[in-house]
């Protein structure tokens, strides 16, 4: 069974392939090592409340791994970043 495993790579490429695909929380391992660690090579951008990585995948497609900094965040803003 697939449905309740923790979602790998290839998960993600299809969540970004297509909309349909219902999306998945993510592990953070997945996020650090598509991040090469969220290490400073990979900084795109920061802003108020996180700091934006590039993540490579296997497959080579490129996405933003935004890594919220303010651990205070209260829910409402959580959401709101959510929104972006
Ligand atoms: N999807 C993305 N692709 C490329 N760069 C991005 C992406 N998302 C964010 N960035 C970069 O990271 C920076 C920080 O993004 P973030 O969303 O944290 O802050 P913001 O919306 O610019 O500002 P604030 O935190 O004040 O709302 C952006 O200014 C941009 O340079």
């Given at each position: 069974m697939h449905r309740h495993t923790t979602p790998t790579q290839s998960d993600l490429e299809c969540m970004l392939?297509?909309?349909k695909v219902e999306p998945k929380a993510l592990p953070l391992s997945l996020l650090e090592d598509i991040s090469n660690g969220f290490s400073d090579e990979r900084e795109i951008g920061r802003g108020g409340y996180a700091v934006v990585y590039k993540g490579m995948l296997e497959n080579g497609a490129i996405v933003a791994v935004k890594r919220?900094?303010?651990t205070h965040m209260c829910e409402k803003e959580f959401q709101?970043?959510?929104n972006v």
């Open positions: 392939r297509d909309e919220l900094s303010n709101r970043e959510l």
